[in-house]
């Protein structure tokens, strides 16, 4: 069995549902050799506590970092990054993935903290053999559409999930990492290193836009929502 960490990232608007998240993690068929989450703020400290009590009953190893000196930004009314919020998000994205790098696993599923996972989706997943690939979830700021973008460069754009195919994969530019397995070769490739610089080279966009050009970029891979 490849050995799979899965990689949890909690913000402070994002904890409603962290008890069903909890379940659900507890609950994959497939399971991850290591758990990893990722808090921003003081004001996760409960949360923190409640997935140490949790992880010391699982069957994988658990483990946490609370970080307490970055200050989480806010979305802009359209749904954008501002620059602030963008670095401080790729910085803990940057920890998670060095953690990732530091196992012998071969995938990382990078799940936020209001997505409940299926039971099947690691293996639905792996089964794909794709460099990056999403299961498919809306947009959260616009849950008509798909969390994935289409375009080239930084024109990317946004589709209504009813013009979208129900069945197979679908090729895009860039996809959500909300729910996202990508491969060690991405990782080792490509990260989140430079903050700012990667805010300020591709438009303003998030740590979605910058993993994903950068490995189209430098592996000329393509995301793909399944």
Request: hydrophobic residues 40%; glycine residues 8%; negative net charge.
């Amino acid at each position: 069995m490849d050995a799979v960490m899965v990689g949890v990232s909690v913000a402070p608007n994002l904890t409603y549902c962290w008890n069903e998240v909890m379940q659900h993690l507890s609950l994959l068929r497939y399971p991850p050799q290591h758990l990893c989450m990722h808090l921003v703020s003081h004001a996760e400290i409960e949360a923190k506590a409640a997935w140490d009590a949790w992880g010391q009953q699982q069957p994988f190893s658990v483990s946490s970092e609370l970080f307490t000196d970055l200050r989480p930004g806010h979305r802009s009314g359209g749904g954008g990054y501002n620059p602030e919020t963008a670095a401080v998000i790729m910085a803990v994205l940057e920890h998670v993935r060095q953690a990732f790098l530091r196992t012998d696993c071969k995938w990382l599923l990078l799940v936020e903290c209001d997505q409940l996972v299926p039971p099947n989706l690691l293996k639905k997943l792996m089964a794909r053999d794709l460099p990056i690939v999403m299961a498919a979830t809306p947009a959260r700021h616009r849950p008509s559409h798909m969390n994935c973008a289409f375009g080239k460069g930084n024109r990317l754009h946004l589709e209504p999930i009813r013009e979208l195919s129900r069945e197979g994969l679908i090729p895009c530019a860039s996809v959500g990492i909300g729910c996202t397995l990508l491969k060690r070769e991405v990782l080792e490739a490509v990260g989140w290193e430079n903050p700012l610089e990667l805010v300020k080279k591709y438009g303003g966009n998030g740590p979605d836009v910058a993993i994903c050009l950068q490995a189209t970029e430098v592996l000329g891979v393509q995301p793909c929502v399944d």
